[in-house]
């Protein structure tokens, strides 16, 4: 069965800095990944999707994140935040098949001026 | 409407009532997930229709919780004899044909067991 890693539970960032936040996914083959954001009282909202091909993904909100398989891991980047970008960020993986999304815990992202 | 509907958006009740919670996915939708988010859990996949037919109950935690869909479109949670650690927030989800399609998520039925 897939998993999902994220190792921070809390992320503080001043607005304009970068932003990386980790993902780290356990399943056997080519995984499908996700990003998705979610702010108070919102639904998820997709940022970003990996099924195949190049392993650098563009996003919405100006977000992208990257594929390596040798380290299993799927990192959501940002070159500058904005204060808007204060959410719960949670990564997600599904198996080829299998219509299910096993999300990882989430990391909440807090933007200081 | 433009996007996943679902009702109530909150909903306190006491211990051991039933509690329905409605999903209205995006029209033509043809796959609508339940999922449940709580403190303590995260983020658990429920249940899982294609069309009418619920190919993966797996994630459905007892015999209290059910789930149906009807005419393709409207999807109902039904929680029998609620208990205090049932209190989260139920989201339903469409999309097209998973998984290469987007899942949309609604906003989240918040339920309180008291």
């Known amino acids: 069965a897939q998993s999902v890693t994220q190792p921070d539970i809390h992320i503080t960032v001043s607005e304009g800095a970068s932003l990386e936040l980790r993902c780290n996914y356990s399943?056997?083959?080519?995984?499908?990944l996700f990003w998705y954001v979610q702010s108070p009282g919102q639904g998820l909202q997709l940022l970003l999707k990996?099924?195949?091909?190049?392993?650098l993904v563009q996003g919405i909100k100006g977000f992208e994140a990257e594929f390596k398989r040798s380290q299993s891991s799927f990192n959501l980047r940002k070159p500058s935040v904005h204060w808007s970008d204060a959410a719960e960020y949670f990564c997600a993986v599904a198996a080829f098949g299998n219509e299910k999304l096993t999300f990882g815990t989430g990391t909440r992202l807090t933007i200081i001026p | 409407g433009a996007g996943v509907s679902q009702s109530p958006s909150n909903k306190v009740t006491e211990k051991g009532k039933d509690v329905e919670l409605r999903c209205d996915p995006i029209?033509?939708?043809?796959?609508l997930y339940w999922y449940r988010q709580s403190l303590g859990q995260g983020l658990e996949f429920l249940i899982y229709f294609q069309g009418n037919s619920a190919p993966d109950k797996s994630g459905l935690p007892s015999d209290r919780f059910s789930a149906e869909r009807t005419g393709g479109s409207v999807s109902t949670l039904t929680i029998q004899r609620t208990q205090q650690e049932d209190s989260a927030v139920y989201l339903c989800?469409?999309?097209?044909?998973?998984?290469?399609?987007?899942?949309?998520f609604g906003e989240g039925s918040w339920l309180t067991v008291v």
């Open positions: 989800a469409s999309s097209l044909s998973p998984p290469l399609n987007t899942i949309y």
């Open positions: 990996y099924f195949s091909g190049d392993t």
């Open positions: 029209s033509g939708h043809t796959a």
């Open positions: 399943y056997g083959a080519t995984p499908y």
